[in-house]
């Protein structure tokens, strides 16, 4: 669990100020010009590049991060055979200033290199620096991997009884919940807190089997909200790559949709929405999953009376009562991921999908949108994901849908119709988002298109021009932000899921540009790849394992005790520093320090925004499955796009 808060032209040219000494075309080596030696003062700078790399036609670009002015700097490009291949003037005119420490960011643009291969940059006269290395690569050789890595994440966040052992070693764990109690939604202490106020837990009903599934993020808690998030996102993904899909992912996505299935009880007409709790209650009579350290396998033999509800014999939560109405972003989202599973396995596996289309559209019919409660359904508190909008997952789970019913041969018009009026209520009031765990509508919005053009609907709440405007909204949102900062992010770096929310702009703008045919904002979406992967004030890119620097201290249980990275895995990223007051706080018993002292990254804190890769900071370095999810399939689309 992680406690999350919401949130020009995009066609980029060659950074101003950046000239070069080699023509256009493929790179070549550069012999430095006849130039007098370099006489004046040098500071020790740093730079900034997308660790992952770039493909041969990207705009390239770089930025050196230095303590004071600059005049007369120059950079070569180099392979790995030491060779220069491209060299130039480092722009003269400042970007900005970062902080006190690093007052100026010059560019630097490359964008003639476009021979595949591994390369590095190095600037000198006047600053010097040198990059970490990057390839000049194919968009299968980038965006492999990151898909690939993406689904490792997955694995290793599995539970129950059918691991992937993989690096961290995991083992069967949590094979209790197999057999869970449910019990009534308890009460918290006011002001978001996740502290149960109640004595006890109040038991009605069960055994029920909600065994399986995905952990949430660095704890051990399940969430039908974030699952079916992933899950959806896995199914796209794959339904997007076809055979040129990692052979694990598809294996994952029907992982995910199998808890899912339990998680759905099409009989009962319930809804399970969580398994375990985050906090125990106020007088400490009883644990939850927050206040212990250890590897999973340990809970289901924990045999302290305090850890009842923590570990041996986790609680399970309906989402509302046996055969109620039920929160409409649950129903539109859970019913979503059922229907791409159909997608996907209607032609080699026409009976699983049949499955599947009855689990979705039976749960999409229990969605309440006639009264939809104040707070929406997400999970136990709503704090843990305080989300407010319901009309983009009703859409999805429409359009969805319909796309299954145009596979499997059934009436599409009622989805259509659905979905187009959910896209209309959400286009006139829930516009402020991108895509994200809180903002389904770009998928929605693209899946609807495909299936309104394949059904020649017209006559409907909305257009697929009303859509595709939408879909270009969202793309402009992240390229005006992103046209204002220094190192071109998209995101807003001062706020909860900075990363997430970059990853979904890579993926919002490929959606965009195969629906409606434009190319422009092609640029924006490298800057956001470039920013995610390194290219930006820390250095670092955010998803563990990619690149040559990333997350090693993550707040992860598993990973943190084995003393490994989790693969994959994709934290929150640079958030506000106000998150911190008060510090990074005491080390949990059985918590493995960090293997650096202090933090590394504080230096580079700047324009309001912080990033610390500390066990401790849940804020910054906590992944989880959507942050990954929306990672996987931004890569899967910009691979295919």
């Known amino acids: 669990m992680r406690r999350s808060i919401l949130l020009l032209s995009a066609s980029v040219v060659m950074l101003a100020g950046a000239c070069t000494s080699a023509s256009a075309g493929h790179a070549h080596a550069s012999a430095s010009p006849s130039l007098a030696p370099y006489t004046g003062p040098t500071v020790a700078g740093l730079l900034r590049v997308d660790q992952v790399g ?97 689904v490792t994440f997955y694995q290793t966040q599995r539970d129950g009884s059918t691991m992937v052992p993989g690096p ?57 909200h974030t699952a079916a998030y992933g899950d959806a996102l896995l199914f796209a993904s794959q339904r997007a790559l076809g055979s040129a899909a990692p052979s694990t992912l598809e294996t994952e996505a029907h992982f995910g949709e199998s ?40 809970d289901d033999g924990d045999k302290a009376k305090t850890d009842k509800y923590a570990a041996a014999h986790r609680p399970a939560f309906e989402a509302a009562a046996p055969g109620a109405k039920i929160s409409p972003n649950l129903a539109g989202r859970v019913s979503a991921a059922f229907a791409l599973a159909a997608q996907v396995d209607a032609t080699a596996n026409p009976a699983q999908a049949a499955t599947e289309y009855q689990a979705a559209t039976s749960l999409y019919a229990m969605a309440n949108t006639a009264k939809p409660p104040k707070k929406l359904v997400t999970a136990l508190p709503w704090d843990y994901y305080p ?47 991108t895509f994200n765990l809180y903002d389904t509508s770009a998928l929605a919005h693209a899946d609807l298109i495909t299936a309104m053009r394949a059904a020649g609907s017209v006559g409907l709440a909305v257009t697929t021009d009303d859509l595709i405007q939408d879909l270009k909204r969202q793309v402009q949102v992240g390229a005006a932000r992103a046209a204002a900062d220094i190192f071109h992010a998209g995101a807003v770096y001062t706020d909860f899921d900075a990363d997430s929310h970059t990853f979904g702009l890579l993926a919002t703008e490929s959606l965009y540009q195969t629906a409606s045919g434009d190319k422009s ?60 007051e008060g510090g990074l706080g005491d080390y949990q018993d059985g918590m493995t320090k960090c293997p650096t002292s202090g933090d590394a990254y504080n230096v580079f804190s700047g324009h309001g925004s912080r990033y610390v890769d500390d066990v401790r900071s849940w804020q910054t370095s906590e992944p989880a499955l959507d942050m990954t999810g929306t990672a996987i399939l931004g890569a899967a689309l910009q691979q295919v796009s």
């Open 54 to 150: 770039y493909l041969p036609g990207d705009v390239k670009q770089a930025y050196v991060m230095a303590p004071s002015a600059v005049a007369s700097a120059r950079f070569s490009v180099i392979d790995a055979k030491g060779k220069t291949v491209f060299s130039g003037t480092v722009g003269t005119t400042s970007l900005g200033s970062w902080n006190a420490a690093y007052p100026e960011v010059y560019p630097i643009a490359f964008t003639n290199v476009k021979t595949r291969g591994t390369y590095r940059v190095k600037v000198f006269n006047g600053v010097n620096a040198v990059s970490p290395t990057f390839v000049v690569a194919d968009k299968a050789t980038v965006y492999d991997k990151l898909v690939a890595d993406g």
């Open 168 to 224: 961290l070693d995991r083992q069967p764990s949590h094979l209790n919940d197999a057999h869970a109690t449910v019990y009534a939604t308890p009460h918290f202490e006011s002001g978001g807190s996740d502290t149960i106020t109640d004595s006890t837990l109040r038991a009605i009903g069960g055994p029920v089997d909600v065994s399986g599934g995905w952990f949430d993020a660095g704890d051990y808690l399940k969430f039908t």
């Open 259 to 298: 808890w899912l299935a339990k998680m759905w009880n099409q009989q009962t007409k319930t809804l399970y929405v969580q398994v375990g709790i985050g906090e125990g209650d106020s007088s400490g009579s009883f644990y939850g999953d927050h206040d212990l350290w250890r590897l999973p396998q340990a």
């Open 387 to 433: 989300e407010t909008t319901w009309h983009d997952d009703m859409e999805f789970g429409a359009a969805e849908i319909a796309l299954a019913s145009q596979k499997l041969g059934h009436d599409a018009t009622p989805y259509l119709r659905d979905g187009a009026r959910w896209a209309k209520d959400y286009i006139a009031t829930d516009t402020g988002d």
């Open 521 to 580: 904002f092609a640029g924006f979406a490298t800057e956001q790849r470039d920013w995610v992967f390194g290219a930006n004030a820390w250095g670092t890119s955010f998803m563990a394992g990619e690149g040559t620097t990333y997350p090693m201290c993550m707040q992860h249980q598993v990973s943190n005790i084995a003393g490994a990275p989790a693969v994959g895995a994709v934290v929150n990223g640079p958030n506000d520093p106000s998150n911190f």
